[in-house]
């Protein structure tokens, strides 16, 4: 189980630092494109940018991994509202910050026994 959540969490990390972060820090008009659809001007592109990765970077530290978790819900939050925002597809764009939340979480709870005794599925 915990192996579980650490692949899961590589996982996470890696998206959020590769397919996330990297476009936005390398300013590509993959980043772009969507930023402007949701209505965000460009020179906040760096800004999300660094901080996806300081959530990334905080969640994948054992120490910091619950703080890493509520802050990348924050962003995954913020990310929901402007797609809901401009009425973007709801299961494919909106919900895509449920999805990959969950996995978030789920990740961390696999992984950490604390996480599993805070949050018990069955006692």
């Not at 800004?47 to 990334?56: K, N, P, R, T």
């Amino acid at each position: 189980m915990i192996r579980t959540g650490w692949v899961l969490s590589v996982l996470v990390t890696l998206f959020l630092l590769g397919a996330s972060a990297a476009p936005k820090l390398m300013n590509s008009t993959l980043a772009l494109d969507p930023m402007t659809v949701v209505g965000w001007p460009a020179k906040y592109m760096l800004l999300i940018g660094l901080i996806e990765v300081l959530c990334a970077v905080l969640y994948i530290i054992p120490r910091t991994a619950l703080l890493g978790a509520v802050l990348t819900t924050g962003l995954l939050s913020a990310a929901l509202a402007a797609n809901l925002r401009v009425d973007n597809p709801l299961f494919s764009h909106t919900l895509f910050s449920v999805y990959f939340g969950i996995l978030v979480w789920v990740a961390l709870w696999l992984r950490e026994p604390k996480i599993r005794n805070l949050f018990p599925i069955i006692r």
